[in-house]
T-cell receptor
C-alpha cells in the first residue's frame, strides 16, 4: 500500500494565481481530511470529505478555498487568487470508514506564494 | 470548542533520561486522544491512541480526565526519539476532525 499520496510536494505561485493540491487516499479509504499548517503553528483542520460529499467544511476560509473528492480520482484542494498569507504546508489524511478516527497522513504540499 | 495545549515548544534531554511531553485539552464531551510523531523528513504518523492503552517504541500515555491531560512518557529516551510530537483530540469515536496542539520538538542528546 503506497500510503496517502500528495502532489505536488512543492508548489510556487504568484499572487493572484490559482493553486491546485491533489491527494490520493490510501487504497480502500473513502474519507479524506485536509489540514493546513502555517509557519510555527500546529495543524489546523480545514475540511472533511467522503466520496462526492463534503461532510464538514467548518475550517475552510469562506472565500477562495474549495475542496472536492469525486467518485473517481483524487481529492482536490483548490485555492483561487492566492495571497501571501496562503503560504503554508497543506496536509491530507485519509481513513477507513469503519475506524474513521485513525487518520493516515500524506507528506504534504508546501505552497509558497511570491 | 475543543482545544489542545502543548506548553513546551522545545524539549531537550540526554540519552537514557526519562522524558515527558505534556498535553492538556479542553473539551466538555468524551474525547479521543492521540499522539502523532513526525521524524525528520518523514510524514506525520500515529504513535499511539488512548483507547488502545498500548506502549509503542517504549512510549506510553494515560488519559487523565480529572486533569484533562494526556502526557506522553518514556522512561529512557533514545537518540532516535528526536522528532516533532503532536497531541491531537477527536470529538467522537465515529469519525471527526482532529484538533492538534502546536507540537513539541524533542531533541535527545548523546
Amino acid at each position: 500500500n503506497a500510503g496517502v499520496m500528495q502532489n505536488p510536494r512543492h508548489l510556487v505561485r504568484r499572487r493572484g494565481q490559482e493553486a491546485r493540491l491533489r491527494c490520493s487516499p490510501m487504497k480502500g479509504h473513502s474519507h479524506v481530511y485536509w489540514y493546513r499548517q502555517l509557519p510555527e503553528e500546529g495543524l489546523k483542520f480545514m475540511v472533511y470529505l467522503q466520496k462526492e460529499n463534503i461532510i464538514d467544511e467548518s475550517g475552510m476560509p469562506k472565500e477562495r478555498f474549495s475542496a472536492e473528492f469525486p467518485k473517481e480520482g483524487p481529492s482536490i484542494l483548490r485555492i483561487q487568487q492566492v495571497v501571501r498569507g496562503d503560504s503554508a504546508a497543506y496536509f491530507c489524511a485519509s481513513s477507513v470508514g469503519t475506524a474513521r478516527n485513525i487518520q493516515y497522513f500524506g507528506a504534504g504540499t508546501r505552497l509558497s506564494v511570491l | 470548542a475543543q482545544r489542545v495545549t502543548q506548553p513546551e515548544k522545545l524539549l531537550s534531554v540526554f540519552k537514557g533520561a526519562p522524558v515527558e511531553l505534556k498535553c492538556n485539552y479542553s473539551y466538555s464531551g468524551s474525547p479521543e486522544l492521540f499522539w502523532y510523531v513526525q521524524y525528520s523528513r518523514q510524514r506525520l504518523q500515529l504513535l499511539l491512541r488512548h483507547i488502545s492503552r498500548e506502549s509503542i517504541k517504549g512510549f506510553t500515555a494515560d488519559l487523565n480526565k480529572g486533569e484533562t491531560s494526556f502526557h506522553l512518557k518514556k522512561p529512557f529516551a533514545q537518540e532516535e526519539d528526536s522528532a516533532m510530537y503532536y497531541c491531537a483530540l477527536s470529538r467522537e469515536t465515529s469519525g471527526s476532525r482532529l484538533t492538534f496542539g502546536e507540537g513539541t520538538q524533542l531533541t535527545v542528546n548523546p
